[in-house]
C-alpha cells in the first residue's frame, strides 16, 4: 500500500463512493478531514481522534515552516512520528495563509509581494520576510511528509474584480503545473521514501468563464487529486453550488475531489451532492470551543442559561465520549468555567457528529437513498 | 462498604501505610489527592484519572455553592454523578477561599466581616453578599456529597500575629464543635443517604504553643480524620517541619492525617516521614500549565529552547501516555503555540508522577527503606 489509488464503489446521481489507499491507510470517501494545523487537531489526542474514527487529517505548511520549523520535522522523520498519528495525513500549501496572515504584524496587504519567483511575505508571529515559491512548498511539504500535498496558489478574495481573478488564477496555473514538474522529478516522494499525491487547485473566485477555464486546466494536468478552492470564503451559498455545479462535468470522474474549508453540515451534504468527495473545515473544532454543539435537531449554544439544569446528553443517540458520560448541564457549567474539559468534550462531539454523518452519507448513497437522506437531515438540522 | 474506616497495615518510624474505606471505595495511603476545584481536574477526564490511578479527587465547597450552584448538584443526585467520577471525593469547606477570595471584587479585606453567626464575604465572581457558618457549611457539603468533608476554618496568614492567630484558632475550634455536632444530628449522612466522614483542622499559624493546643483540642473531638491546615501558605520550610514534628505525638495514631495544600514531591516526602496519610495541591497541574514538567531528575520547562530538538520522551521510565507516546520536541512546540493538547500531556504526566512517587513510598515504606528512598529520591531530585 505504498502508491496513492482512488476506486469509486457507488454513485447517485453526481454522489460517490470511494475509497483512498495511501502508504498510511485507507481512506472511505466521502471524508471530512479535521485541522490540526499545527500538528494537532486542537484539543485532542491521536488516540481520541481514532476513537472518533478519523481517517485522516489537516496540516498546514505556513505554520509548520514557521512553527516548529522544517528541520524539527526532519528530525522527527517526518510529520507522522512528530505527532504520533499514524494514519493518513494531507498538508495544504499555505498558500492561503500567506495571503491572509503574511502581511506582518502591520497587517500591510503591501508587504505581500508577488514576485517572479514566487511570494515574498511576513510571518505573522515575527515580521520576518520569507519567500514562497512553487517548488520550495512542494520541497517543504516533501519534508513534512504528509500522505496528500498541495500545490502553491493563490486564493483571491471573494470580492476581487474579474481582472484580478484572472491574474490569480493565471497564476495559480503556472505554479500548478511548475509544482508538479517538480514533484514529479523527486519521483512523487516524501524525504522519507514514501509516495506523495499531489492535488491541483482549482480557482476563479465566482466567475463561471475563470471557473470553467481552471476546471479543465488543473484537470487536464497529471494530478493525483482535483482540490477546489476559493470557496466558502465569503460569497454566498448559491455561487458556491453555481460554481460547483458548473465545473464537475469538467473534473475526471477517476480522480479524487476536495471542496477546501468546507465543513458545516449542510455545505458537506451541498457538496457531496455535487460529487465532492473530500472536505476540511475547523468550523467543527473552532464553534465547540465557543460552546456551541451541533446535534441532529441543529446548534445548541451551552453557555445558554437553560442548559445548566438540563440532564440529558448533548445527543442521546450520540456514541461519543462526552455523550456516553456527562450531561448538558456539566459541560455547560464546564464551558461557563472555562474548564478545558469542557472545551475537550465539544469538540469531541462535534467531530464525531461529523464523522458520523459521512458515514451515513456513504451508506446512504450506497442504498441509492442519499437524495432523501440529505433532505430528512436539512428538514430536521434547520428546523 | 457505607462506613469510612482506616486501618494502618504497615509502619517505619512516624511513616505509615494504610487503607481508607469510603462509600466510593478504598484509597491506599499516604495518598495524593489531585484537585478539581470546579468539579474538574484542569484538562482531565475522569476516564484518564482512573488511567492514572487517581484515587480521590478533592473539590471545593466555596467554588462549587457559587458555581454551578447548589441545586444544579442535588438535582444532579451529588458530585460522583454531576462529574461522571465514581472514586471517592474529598470537599474542602471554603474557609480559605472565604478569607482569600471573598473580599468581592475592590478586593477589600474588610469586604470578610466575621459575625457571631459566621462570615460573611462577597463573591470573587460578581460581589454578592453570602454568609457562610459552620452548619450551613457542613450543609452545603452535604448536599454536594463527597465522601469526605471538611470543618469550616480560618486559615490565618503566616504573619499573623499572636493574638490575631489565637482569635482565629479559637473561633475555628468553635466551628468544629459546632459542625460535628450539626452533622451528627444528621447521622452523618449525605443528602444521598451515605456516610461522610467530617474531618477537623488544626490551625495556630507557626506558633508552637497555639498548634500544641490546637492538635490536642481537634485530636479530642470524635473527629473521622484530623486535618493540618494554614501550612505552606507562605511560611518557611523549617517552621512547616517543626510544627509537624511537635503535633505529630498529639494525634490519634488511629484516624487519617491530612496535610492541606502540600504537594510538592519534596513535601509530599517530609509530611509521610512525619506521619502525614493525605496530600492535596494544586502545584502538579499549575505548573503542567506553565510547561514545567517533574522527573526523577528534577523539573524541566519545556518552554526552554533546548527542548524543542529533544526527542526523548519527558521521562523514559514512565508509563504515563504523554511519555508512552510523545517526545519532549512535540509537546515543548506544542506548549510553545498554546495548543491544549501540550497542557492535557504535561498535566497527566505530572499527575502520574505523583501517583507514582506515592506507590513507591507505599512499598518503600512496607519494606522498611523509606528512609532510605526519600534520601535517594532527593538527591537525584535536587541536584
Same mark, same amino acid.
Given at each position: 500500500?505504498?502508491?496513492?489509488?482512488?476506486?469509486?464503489?457507488?454513485?447517485?446521481?453526481?454522489?460517490?463512493?470511494?475509497?483512498?489507499?495511501?502508504?498510511?491507510?485507507?481512506?472511505?470517501?466521502?471524508?471530512?478531514?479535521?485541522?490540526?494545523?499545527?500538528?494537532?487537531?486542537?484539543?485532542?489526542?491521536?488516540?481520541?481522534?481514532?476513537?472518533?474514527?478519523?481517517?485522516?487529517?489537516?496540516?498546514?505548511?505556513?505554520?509548520?515552516?514557521?512553527?516548529?520549523?522544517?528541520?524539527?520535522?526532519?528530525?522527527?522523520?517526518?510529520?507522522?512520528?512528530?505527532?504520533?498519528?499514524?494514519?493518513?495525513?494531507?498538508?495544504?500549501?499555505?498558500?492561503?495563509?500567506?495571503?491572509?496572515?503574511?502581511?506582518?504584524?502591520?497587517?500591510?496587504?503591501?508587504?505581500?509581494?508577488?514576485?517572479?519567483?514566487?511570494?515574498?511575505?511576513?510571518?505573522?508571529?515575527?515580521?520576518?520576510?520569507?519567500?514562497?515559491?512553487?517548488?520550495?512548498?512542494?520541497?517543504?511539504?516533501?519534508?513534512?511528509?504528509?500522505?496528500?500535498?498541495?500545490?502553491?496558489?493563490?486564493?483571491?478574495?471573494?470580492?476581487?474584480?474579474?481582472?484580478?481573478?484572472?491574474?490569480?488564477?493565471?497564476?495559480?496555473?503556472?505554479?500548478?503545473?511548475?509544482?508538479?514538474?517538480?514533484?514529479?522529478?523527486?519521483?512523487?516522494?516524501?524525504?522519507?521514501?514514501?509516495?506523495?499525491?499531489?492535488?491541483?487547485?482549482?480557482?476563479?473566485?465566482?466567475?463561471?468563464?475563470?471557473?470553467?477555464?481552471?476546471?479543465?486546466?488543473?484537470?487536464? %494536468?497529471?494530478?493525483? #487529486?482535483?482540490?477546489?478552492?476559493? &470557496?466558502?470564503?465569503? /460569497?454566498?451559498? =448559491? !455561487? +458556491?453550488?453555481?460554481?460547483?455545479?458548473?465545473?464537475?462535468?469538467?473534473?475526471?470522474?477517476?480522480?479524487?475531489?476536495? %471542496?477546501?474549508?468546507? #465543513?458545516?453540515?449542510?455545505?458537506? &451534504?451541498?457538496?457531496? /451532492?455535487?460529487? =465532492? !468527495? +473530500?472536505?476540511?473545515?475547523?468550523?467543527?473544532?473552532?464553534?465547540?470551543?465557543?460552546?456551541?454543539?451541533?446535534?441532529? %435537531?441543529?446548534?445548541?449554544?451551552?453557555?445558554?442559561?437553560?442548559?445548566?439544569?438540563?440532564?440529558?446528553? =448533548?445527543?442521546?443517540?450520540?456514541?461519543?465520549?462526552?455523550?456516553?458520560?456527562?450531561?448538558?448541564?456539566?459541560?455547560?457549567?464546564?464551558?461557563?468555567?472555562?474548564?478545558?474539559?469542557?472545551?475537550?468534550?465539544?469538540?469531541?462531539?462535534?467531530?464525531?457528529?461529523?464523522?458520523?454523518?459521512?458515514?451515513?452519507?456513504?451508506?446512504?448513497?450506497?442504498?441509492?437513498?442519499?437524495?432523501?437522506?440529505?433532505?430528512?437531515?436539512?428538514?430536521?438540522?434547520?428546523?
Amino acid at each position: 500500500m505504498d502508491k496513492f489509488t482512488f476506486t469509486i464503489e457507488a454513485e447517485e446521481g453526481k454522489a460517490r463512493v470511494g475509497q483512498i489507499t495511501t502508504p498510511h491507510g485507507k481512506i472511505d470517501t466521502p471524508v471530512f478531514m479535521p485541522v490540526g494545523t499545527l500538528g494537532s487537531v486542537k484539543t485532542v489526542s491521536p488516540a481520541e481522534l481514532a476513537e472518533l474514527k478519523v481517517q485522516i487529517i489537516l496540516a498546514n505548511n505556513y505554520h509548520l515552516y514557521l512553527r516548529p520549523g522544517l528541520e524539527i520535522i526532519r528530525q522527527a522523520k517526518g510529520i507522522h512520528n512528530f505527532m504520533s498519528w499514524e494514519k493518513p495525513i494531507l498538508t495544504d500549501s499555505g498558500g492561503f495563509q500567506v495571503f491572509s496572515l503574511g502581511k506582518g504584524n502591520k497587517g500591510d496587504h503591501n508587504l505581500v509581494k508577488i514576485k517572479d519567483d514566487g511570494v515574498e511575505f511576513r510571518s505573522h508571529l515575527d515580521g520576518t520576510k520569507h519567500l514562497f515559491t512553487p517548488e520550495g512548498v512542494i520541497k517543504m511539504q516533501e519534508t513534512i511528509g504528509a500522505d496528500i500535498i498541495m500545490c502553491f496558489d493563490e486564493c483571491a478574495p471573494h470580492d476581487s474584480t474579474f481582472e484580478y481573478a484572472q491574474r490569480a488564477m493565471e497564476r495559480t496555473h503556472g505554479w500548478a503545473k511548475q509544482a508538479l514538474s517538480f514533484h514529479e522529478k523527486q519521483g512523487r516522494l516524501s524525504e522519507y521514501g514514501h509516495y506523495q499525491a499531489l492535488f491541483g487547485i482549482i480557482q476563479g473566485v465566482i466567475f463561471d468563464k475563470l471557473r470553467l477555464e481552471s476546471a479543465k486546466y488543473i484537470s487536464s %494536468l497529471p494530478f493525483d #487529486g482535483i482540490a477546489i478552492g476559493g &470557496l466558502s470564503v465569503g /460569497e454566498e451559498k =448559491i !455561487d +458556491m453550488h453555481r460554481t460547483l455545479d458548473l465545473i464537475e462535468p469538467s473534473l475526471p470522474r477517476e480522480k479524487p475531489r476536495y %471542496l477546501m474549508g468546507v #465543513g458545516s453540515p449542510e455545505d458537506l &451534504l451541498e457538496g457531496v /451532492e455535487r460529487g =465532492i !468527495d +473530500m472536505f476540511d473545515c475547523v468550523l467543527a473544532t473552532r464553534i465547540a470551543r465557543n460552546g456551541t454543539v451541533w446535534t441532529k %435537531l441543529g446548534r445548541l449554544n451551552l453557555n445558554n442559561a437553560k442548559y445548566s439544569s438540563d440532564f440529558k446528553p =448533548i445527543e442521546l443517540e450520540c456514541d461519543c465520549s462526552a455523550c456516553q458520560q456527562f450531561s448538558r448541564a456539566y459541560i455547560s457549567h464546564l464551558i461557563r468555567e472555562k474548564e478545558i474539559l469542557g472545551i475537550r468534550l465539544t469538540t469531541l462531539h462535534n467531530l464525531r457528529f461529523l464523522m458520523k454523518l459521512m458515514e451515513q452519507v456513504r451508506v446512504a448513497i450506497r442504498e441509492k437513498r442519499f437524495k432523501k437522506f440529505k433532505e430528512e437531515f436539512l428538514h430536521n438540522f434547520e428546523k
